[in-house]
């Protein structure tokens, strides 16, 4: 027997839909049950941003469907946050390809740091993105987004003190990233006094510079 959510007899006319591509734009076809699609453009490997497992609770067949999926899926959930985050911010930066590049950059680069350094890494990536949303706490609750993740999110996008050890750290992380990434880009530079974390500084001496277009 198969389960209904994944027997194409059952699917509406929603079972198949359109996102663009997270890095370039193409437009991907995902059908419902897809985990991922990659880029034929860019070769970039998205998640499917509207797959959700919260059946796997209760359903018997959790264990046949759950097994099907990717093993780095299955470990990270995190990563599809971020897919979903990053869809969601280039349809609100559309036409807006530089900001996009930027706030991009900025992620890639939080994400670079909070592995080297620690911190938050959903919060530091998901402010990364957000970095030039104009209301990042609503796109954030349209994902149903955990309220203690808003809050480290907006905390950080408003340059609020941090109260503990683990805020400070995730402050610095963001505040690197993003002078990393608007340096890469050639948007600014940054003076070696401005570095907040080992790793930031080790970057910036091995980074080449991109001219300001």
């Not at 897809?34 to 959790?62: E, M, V, W």
Request: charged content about 20%; aromatic content about 6%.
């Amino acid at each position: 027997m198969q389960c209904p959510g994944q027997d194409n007899r059952y699917w509406s006319g929603e079972a198949v839909f359109e996102l663009p591509c997270p890095h370039c734009g193409n437009i991907l076809e995902f059908f419902k049950d897809d985990s991922q699609r990659t880029c034929k453009q860019c070769g970039h490997k998205t998640l499917n941003p509207k797959i959700d497992f919260g059946c796997a609770s209760y359903c018997p067949y959790a264990e046949q469907c759950m097994g099907s999926l990717p093993s780095d899926l299955r470990a990270n959930q995190d990563h599809l946050f971020k897919e979903r985050l990053a869809l969601a911010v280039r349809q609100q930066l559309q036409g807006q390809d530089h900001s996009y590049r930027q706030v991009t950059t900025r992620a890639e680069f939080a994400e670079k740091l909070g592995r080297e350094e620690g911190g938050n890494m959903a919060a530091i990536v998901a402010a990364a993105l957000l970095s030039r949303s104009e209301n990042a706490q609503a796109l954030l609750t349209e994902l149903a987004t955990e309220d203690s993740l808003i809050k480290a999110v907006t905390k950080l996008l408003a340059l609020e003190t941090a109260g503990n050890d683990g805020e400070s750290r995730s402050a610095a992380i963001f505040h690197d990233a993003c002078l990393l990434a608007d340096r890469q880009l050639g948007l600014r530079a940054a003076a070696p006094a401005a570095w907040q974390t080992a790793a930031g500084r080790l970057a910036a001496t091995t980074m080449p510079t991109t001219n300001k277009a």
